[in-house]
C-alpha cells in the first residue's frame, strides 16, 4: 500500500497539513458562520413559538374566566326567572282559588237561601195540609168545625216544640 510507505511520509503530511488548513479556514469563513445563523435562527423561531404559546395559554385562560362568568350570570338568570315564574304560578293559583271560594261561597248561599224557601214552603203547604186534617180529624171527633186560628196556633206549637 502506497499510503503506508515511509518515503512518502513527507509529502502526505505536507498534503494533510494544506488540505487541514484549507478545510480550516473553508469552515471558519463559510460553513460554521451559516450553521451558527442557522442555529440562531431556530432558537429564536423556538422562542417566538414559547412566547406565542404562552401568549395563548393567558388568553385561553381569560377566555375560560370568562365562560365561567357568563355560564355563572346566566344560571342565576335561570335560577332568578324559574323563581320569577313559581311566585307568578303560585300568586295566580291563590288568586284562583281565593276567586273560586268566592264563588263558592256565593253558590252556597244562594243554594241556602233557595233551601230556605223550599222548606218554608214545604212548611207552610205542610201547615195548611195540618190545619185541614185535623180540622176533618176533630170535625168527626167532637162533631164540630174548630175555628182556623186555634187549630194553627196549636199545630205551631207542636212544630215548635218538635224542633
Known amino acids: 500500500m502506497p499510503q503506508l510507505d515511509p518515503q512518502n511520509f513527507s509529502s502526505q503530511l505536507i498534503w494533510l497539513a ?18 451558527g445563523d442557522v442555529l ?18 393567558s388568553q385561553s385562560d381569560a377566555a375560560a374566566k370568562a365562560y365561567e362568568a357568563s355560564l355563572a350570570e346566566a344560571r342565576a338568570k335561570a335560577f332568578s326567572a324559574i323563581r320569577e315564574v313559581k311566585d307568578k304560578a303560585q300568586a295566580e293559583a291563590s288568586a284562583r282559588q281565593s276567586e273560586l271560594n ?7 248561599a244562594v243554594s241556602e237561601k233557595a233551601i230556605a224557601k223550599a222548606r218554608d214552603e214545604a212548611l207552610s203547604g205542610i201547615m195548611d195540609v195540618a190545619v185541614d186534617v185535623a180540622a ?7 162533631g164540630e168545625a ?6 194553627k196556633a196549636a199545630i205551631s206549637a ?5 224542633a
Open 18 to 35: 494544506i488540505t487541514f488548513v484549507i478545510l480550516y479556514v473553508l469552515m471558519s469563513k463559510m460553513a460554521l458562520p451559516k450553521i
Open 136 to 142: 176533618s180529624a176533630v170535625e168527626k171527633l167532637i
Open 40 to 57: 440562531e435562527e431556530r432558537q429564536q423561531r423556538i422562542d417566538d413559538n414559547l412566547a406565542k404559546a404562552d401568549d395563548l395559554q
Open 158 to 162: 207542636a212544630l215548635k216544640s218538635r
Open 146 to 151: 174548630p175555628k182556623e186560628a186555634s187549630l
Open 102 to 108: 268566592t264563588d263558592l261561597q256565593a253558590k252556597i
